[in-house]
């Protein structure tokens, strides 16, 4: 990257008014322009390929369906930020430096759009976007990523992605080598092992069983019209005139628009029933077949999509969504991650240096989070003992974290209500709170029931001084008999 403290800024793409935009007709594609299409995706030429792809995105309803299955699952993904480093000196700086990212992204307009356009360029082989850099509160923010349509985008002889731009500027009517200012673009081409960058989208494979099917749904249609419908004729005598026959066929055609005609003399009509049921069957088969090929080339797995005629695929579906599917998005947004992360973070920290001591922090690492963790179960069991934080508990509850919430509940002490108090909700109807006993004290000596050591029993002489010593009170109130003096 060149060393310059500020950012390009200005905008450079401009897409061509839709009016003058010349698409390639797809209604009547054929395997032979489709073959040329893709050849010219070989030289990395994404024009026509990126109208190819469009047109199949917006043609085909199950093709779209899954597809965004696929794209929607990262989009709507929580974009977090961690520190680059998280021991040692420069831990502070790397948190510092990920905390203005928190806040590059929460400013950041369309940032879902931006993120669908990546994952879009994993689908057809490129994405690219321009940054809108704009200085606010003495830092510098992309507030917004400006996407560039497929159909603009090159890759040159040197493997640079170039755009071509219809704004009136010193770039009108040309192409533009991203890697003359990288700091303006966003750029994200699938890596896929074995591929060329170009050839790696994932909507290549799916080009053919598109057209298969498409080929297949017009066959179809023609089937059902010649087969599975009831065929009306006409008989008539064996000397019919020529003008009788033009009348039998004109009242034919109006029965088949207004459903009545009419006939003279010894004409009639009789219908042919249509016998064949399985009209239209070998191509709706060949179909969904081709359907199949669409969902496994986009996910891996057809048993998250379609049930099945005899259905319980929900167990597999689930096991398939675990092995095939998930890995694919985690696949995906760890190299959106490894973009995020080289083409935003990287320029947005080094445009803001002055806010981390004049030099580069440690980068830090983007993550979209495609599983939520589950709150935690709190009981009253595991709170009883203190195991548990305040944070935790509002985890369970479905609420947000407070400062200073890490700390243990203590365990609310249990105690019984007092005599009189109303019961407690949920206690028995009619029920009777246990009483609290007091203690009874005397000043005097209190009588022993167990045997001394002056071999005394409560039958002895001896014991009747120590009864007499006992405070007996003619009250029943045990106040009074635990206040009465002890008699000499």
């Known amino acids: 990257m060149p060393d310059t403290g500020t950012p390009p800024v200005g905008r450079i793409t401009v897409q061509r008014s839709p009016k003058r935009i010349r698409r390639e007709r797809i209604e009547g594609i054929s395997a032979e322009r489709i073959s040329a299409i893709l050849h010219d995706l070989e030289d990395g030429k994404f024009e026509y390929w990126g109208d190819l792809s469009e047109y199949m995105l917006r043609q085909d309803p199950h093709l779209r369906s899954v597809y965004d299955t696929l794209t929607r699952g990262v989009a709507s993904a929580e974009l977090r930020w961690h520190p680059g480093v998280t021991e ?10 990920a ?83 990288p700091y303006r673009w966003l750029v994200h081409a699938p890596r896929q092992a074995g591929i060329a960058p170009q050839l790696s989208g994932l909507l290549l494979t799916c080009v053919w069983p598109w057209f298969l099917k498409k080929e297949a749904m017009v066959d179809g249609a023609q089937a059902i ?39 003279r003399g010894e004409t009639t009509l009789q219908t042919l ?3 064949s049921t399985n009209a239209g069957q070998a191509h709706e088969r060949f179909t969904k077949y081709q359907d199949d090929q669409l969902t496994k080339a986009l996910l891996g797995s057809t048993l998250n999509v379609d049930v099945g005629s005899t259905g319980g695929n929900r167990a597999l579906g689930e096991s398939q969504a675990d092995t095939t599917i998930l890995p694919r998005l985690l696949g995906i947004a760890q190299q959106i991650q490894d973009t995020l992360m080289a083409q935003w973070a990287r320029p947005a920290l ?64 249990k105690t019984q209500p007092e005599r009189g108090s109303p019961s407690p909700e949920g206690a028995a109807p009619f029920s009777r709170a246990p009483r609290k006993r007091r203690k009874l004290r005397s000043r005097g000596h209190q009588m022993s029931l167990l045997p001394t050591t002056s071999g005394t029993s409560p039958m002895s002489s001896a014991s009747a001084k120590q009864i007499a010593t006992v405070p007996v009170s003619s009250s029943d109130d045990p106040e009074s008999a635990s206040s009465a003096p002890p008699k000499s």
């Open 88 to 97: 040692g000196p420069l831990a502070e700086l790397a948190e510092r430096a």
């Open 99 to 181: 905390e203005h990212m928190r806040q590059a992204t929460d400013r950041a307009r369309r940032l879902t759009d931006t993120i669908s356009h990546l994952i879009h360029g994993h689908c057809v082989g490129v994405a690219v976007a321009e940054h809108d850099w704009d200085r606010a509160d003495g830092a510098w923010w992309s507030q917004l990523q400006r996407p560039v349509m497929t159909r603009d985008v090159r890759i040159n002889a040197e493997w640079h992605a170039t755009v071509r731009t219809f704004a009136e500027s010193r770039y009108q009517g040309r192409r533009v080598d991203t890697a003359d200012e």
């Open 225 to 263: 019209e010649r087969l599975a419908q009831p065929f009306i004729y006409g008989v008539l005598p064996e000397n019919a005139d020529e003008k009788v026959v033009d009348a039998l066929i004109h009242a034919l055609e109006n029965l088949a628009a207004g459903q009545s005609a009419a006939v």
């Open 273 to 275: 029933d249509a016998n």
């Open 350 to 413: 080094h445009f803001n240096a002055h806010l981390f001591g004049g030099r580069m922090p440690p980068l830090p690492r983007p993550e979209l989070v495609l599983e939520q963790d589950a709150p935690p179960v709190v009981d009253d069991l595991i709170v009883s003992v203190g195991a548990v934080s305040e944070n935790e508990i509002r985890q369970s509850r479905g609420l947000d974290e407070i400062e200073g919430g890490d700390r243990r509940i203590s365990p609310v002490a």
